[in-house]
């Protein structure tokens, strides 16, 4: 059984960074996609990032181009989201999903299969 658990939130002033880690358990992820999505407080879950387990395409939401990067750590098998230049508007619970098969292109709740429990980011102005 798939396992996805997130590490690395917490409480940072704007403009400073953190690195989130999503550790998977529970199957060989060769075949695998993965993404972070963020719910803040009263809005809808929103796609941030995705990877292709291998090969290592990348996908990002508009908002987070050049400030936050996706990427696989496969000895440790476990997919890291560095956030830099944080912004109050980035506070959030984030989410760590996996699809099988996926291309790294998947951007909706619907298309994974797996999440996480979340881990809180709270960017203060």
């Not at 181009?65 to 984030?94: C, H, W």
């Not at 951007?107 to 203060?124: A, M, N, P």
Request: one cysteine or more.
């Amino acid at each position: 059984q798939v396992q996805l658990a997130e590490s690395g939130g917490g409480l940072v002033q704007a403009g400073g960074s953190l690195r989130l880690s999503c550790a998977a358990s529970g199957r060989t992820f060769s075949d695998y996609a993965m993404g972070w999505f963020r719910q803040a407080p009263g809005k809808e879950r929103e796609f941030v990032a995705a990877i292709k387990w291998t090969g290592g395409i990348t996908y990002y939401q508009d908002s987070v181009k050049g400030r936050f990067t996706i990427s696989i750590d496969n000895a440790k098998n476990t997919v890291y989201l560095q956030m830099n230049s944080l912004k109050p508007e980035d506070t959030a619970v984030y989410y760590c999903a996996a699809v099988l098969g996926g291309n790294g292109r998947q951007r909706e709740i619907y298309e994974y299969d797996y999440w996480g429990q979340g881990t809180q980011v709270t960017v203060s102005s």
